[in-house]
């Protein structure tokens, strides 16, 4: 259960850590409009994660069989994938204006619905998914429906306690001050540490296949 937990929290975060439009959204929010705002805006976006979560969970349960099979492999892969991931988001330079309509007054709902929304129009984000899912092995082809649901529920943990910490260090901290170099700094570091958790899945999965073929 703690595997799960802890599995499932980090991948909401890395799913949801890298500076993208979202990211912006919630940064804009935040300096102009208070970070609760930007913080609700960070839920939409985790209810929508975890749907993809979920969806990605039922494409692959059909090739559950093959990912046991093949699991070493499917591992070096996703960790290829993710270290490409980990580069895209160090090199990647975002910018944002302040919204024409930064002084008119928007619910919290009206911050998360606007967020799920642009979340959901980004499909591509499944394939984030699985390979997130096949570098830290979440799908376990015994796991009981409890277990995915704990899964599924800590993906979006993680990605509720990523917009936490970023609006309400933002909004508390750094209102003001938080321009786009920061914003640029940050992807980069951000992008280190994905590249760095990359590479040690890569030596470990190539360790491990080593290990089971000289038994």
Known sequence: MFSILYRGILIGILVSAPMGPIGLLCLQRTIYKGRWHGFFSGVGAAVSDMLYALITCMGMGFVIMFIED???????????????????????????RKPKDSSRKRSY???????????????????????????????????????????????????????????????????????????????????????????????YSIWEMNQKSLV
């Open 70 to 96: 093949n699991q070493a492999v499917l591992q070096v892969i996703g960790s290829i994938l993710l270290m490409f991931f980990g580069i895209y988001t160090y090199r990647s330079n975002p910018s944002f």
């Open 109 to 203: 709902s009206q911050d998360a619905l606007t967020a799920f929304g642009l979340t959901l129009s980004n499909p591509l984000i499944i394939f984030l998914f699985i390979a997130l899912f096949a570098r830290f092995n979440f799908i376990n082809p015994d796991a009981k429906l409890y277990s995915m649901i704990l899964g599924l529920l800590s993906i979006f943990i993680g990605a509720l306690l990523w917009w936490f910490i970023l609006t309400m260090t933002v909004g508390t901290l750094l209102h003001g001050v938080f321009k786009e170099r920061g914003i640029k700094v940050m992807n980069r570091m951000i992008g280190v540490i994905i590249v760095a958790l990359s590479i040690g899945g890569l030596l």
